[in-house]
């Protein structure tokens, strides 16, 4: 009799609408893994560019989708009920030659990967694997060491010019960057970064000879649940597993910008997402609620709630009331309540991705619900201007009262 246990994951028994969903680099679409192939939308308008499922009944789950920005080009991992490869294998798959590009295969479950033209970034149990995505992907250095099951980050930024090689100083070199972030593998609270561009220079062609410089940020006590790079690769957020605090360090020196807290109570963070713009920060917890930080200072009527103590001076102020909480909030509701097809507590079981409208203005999220296969659309409205009595005119200071407020409104919903 075999007693192994099967190298499949659990999102095989899962009975929901997708195994997973994710957005591509900048928003404009996503991706959606089912039991027998994958699907592609268009993020707004909503609809559907891609459906492909697999001729082999036997052979057909995905579990994992990555796009390449809007290109024929898809990474594909196997799971569900009867996955297509197995779980500890990459496929690049063209869609324009409706083939496998390319493969690539690890002594473990692959967790995520990440993709630009040039590299390729895998995420597995204990490690993550940088490639030069090409025809032959070819292994740029030795595996990065993580802690089990970490959250990593992968954002290509802004083209920098660099000073030529040895050999030609005087031919400067046009470099992509690309900045990595993953937890520490010796303190699972400290974050790593890493330019990718520096495996892009002359003296990095051979094997080697590449190295990866990386610097460590001291984020968290406890072990690291999220990581996002901003857009721009300025900014990183990061999320403890206890979920109480946001902090947003910049990756150039390491320093903290912005620290914010989402509640006081333990909570799941299991999604965050920045704007476009790098101007905003939304976040989702397992209490299925909502939140949207301002990170920068661009419109100065616009501010994140802090508490009414804040400012007034005491003997002992707890840190509590020296926080600063999310512009606005929502506590999400699901848009089958009602209908008999979804209770509540599959909807507290269920798990959106967040994305940004890629119109410039960072004033409308997309949520796309795994379990349920829902599409939303929520807009970022200020609220009418509060009517204050006399006597809150006389203790509140005109800054008070011309400050904006926030809020967050479903404009519509579709199920997919």
Request: net charge positive; hydrophobic share 35%; charged share 20%.
């Amino acid at each position: 009799m075999n007693t192994r246990n099967a190298i499949v994951e659990s999102s095989s028994s899962r009975t929901g609408k997708f195994l997973n969903v994710d957005f591509n680099q900048d928003y404009t679409c996503f991706s959606c893994s089912t039991q027998n192939g994958f699907m592609v939308f268009n993020v707004d308008p909503l609809e559907c560019k891609l459906s492909k499922e697999f001729s082999n009944p036997n052979a057909c789950g995905i579990a994992l989708t990555r796009m390449l920005y809007r290109t024929n080009y898809v990474a594909l991992v196997g799971g569900g009920r009867k996955p297509k490869v197995p779980p500890n294998k990459l496929v690049i798959w063209d869609d324009l030659q409706q083939r496998e590009s390319l493969t690539l295969s690890f002594m473990s479950t692959v967790k995520c990967v990440f993709l630009s033209r040039i590299h390729i970034v895998v995420v597995l149990e204990n490690s993550l694997e940088i490639f030069e995505f090409g025809a032959s992907p070819k292994r740029l250095l030795a595996p990065l060491d993580t802690c089990a099951g970490a959250a990593a980050d992968f954002v290509v930024c802004q083209r920098v010019t660099r000073r030529g090689s040895a050999s030609e100083p005087n031919v400067p070199l046009t470099i992509t960057r690309g900045i990595l972030a993953f937890p520490s593998a010796r303190n699972p609270g400290q974050v790593q970064l890493a330019d990718l561009s520096h495996l892009q220079s002359s003296e990095a062609q051979e094997a080697s000879a590449a190295q990866l410089p990386t610097s460590i940020i001291k984020a968290h006590n406890s072990p690291i649940r999220l990581i996002k790079i901003s857009p721009n690769g300025a900014m990183v957020a990061t999320c403890s597993m206890q979920g109480t605090l946001i902090r947003v360090f910049s990756t150039q020196n390491g320093s903290l910008i912005s620290e914010f807290r989402r509640g006081l109570n333990r909570a799941d963070l299991y999604e965050m997402a920045w704007s476009s713009q790098s101007s905003r920060l939304a976040v989702v917890s397992d209490k299925q609620t909502l939140h949207v930080f301002q990170i920068t200072d661009d419109d100065s009527d616009t501010k994140n709630k802090t508490h009414v103590l804040k400012d007034i001076p005491l003997l002992w102020k707890p840190k509590y009331l020296s926080s600063v909480w999310a512009m606005c909030s929502l506590h999400l509701h699901s848009a089958l309540k009602g209908k008999g097809t979804m209770n509540d507590q599959e909807f507290y079981n269920d798990r959106c991705k967040v994305g940004w409208c890629h119109d410039g203005d960072d004033d409308s999220l997309i949520l796309v619900w795994r379990d349920s296969g829902i599409w939303e659309k929520y807009a970022l409205l200020e609220k009418e201007p509060r009517t204050y009595t006399v006597s809150e005119t006389l203790q509140s200071s005109p800054a008070t009262q011309q400050k904006k407020e926030w809020e967050i409104i479903r404009e519509s919903w579709r199920k997919l």
